[in-house]
């Protein structure tokens, strides 16, 4: 069964940085578009960046120029390399996998499925 485990959240003043990491199993993980999205406390959950099979990479705009996604297909593991966080990155930030090893043009929800745990990010001003 596929699964995908969050980890690496936490608490940081702003201006700080936190490296999210997602583990995947129970399915071949390098054929497939990954991506990392968030969830606050009373919104809807958005795409935060994607990551294709080749490493060709999406970022909404929120996060583009601050946070860095990769994949290590070797240990099966996706990141999200966050650099001068502000409280607005306050989220649950959640893996998912998309349909197919190209990412989809848009990071919208229902491209992606999947879904994790979720590791908290907390950044205080």
């Known amino acids: 069964q596929a699964q995908l485990v969050e980890s690496g959240g936490g608490s940081v003043q702003a201006g700080g940085s936190l490296r999210l990491s997602c583990v995947a199993s129970?399915?071949?993980?390098?054929?497939?578009?990954m991506g990392w999205f968030r969830q606050a406390p009373g919104k809807e959950r958005e795409g935060v960046a994607s990551i294709d099979s080749g490493g060709s990479t999406l970022y909404a705009d929120s996060a583009r120029g601050r946070f860095t996604i990769s994949r290590d297909g070797a240990k099966n593991a996706l990141y999200l390399e966050m650099n001068n966080l502000k409280p607005e990155d306050s989220a649950m930030y959640y893996c998912?996998?998309?349909?197919?090893?190209?990412?989809?043009?848009?990071?919208?929800?229902?491209?992606?499925?999947?879904w994790g745990q979720g590791t908290q990010v907390t950044v205080s001003s």
């Open positions: 129970g399915y071949t993980y390098n054929t497939y578009c």
């Open positions: 998912a996998r998309s349909t197919g090893a190209r990412c989809p043009s848009s990071l919208a929800e229902p491209y992606f499925g999947g």
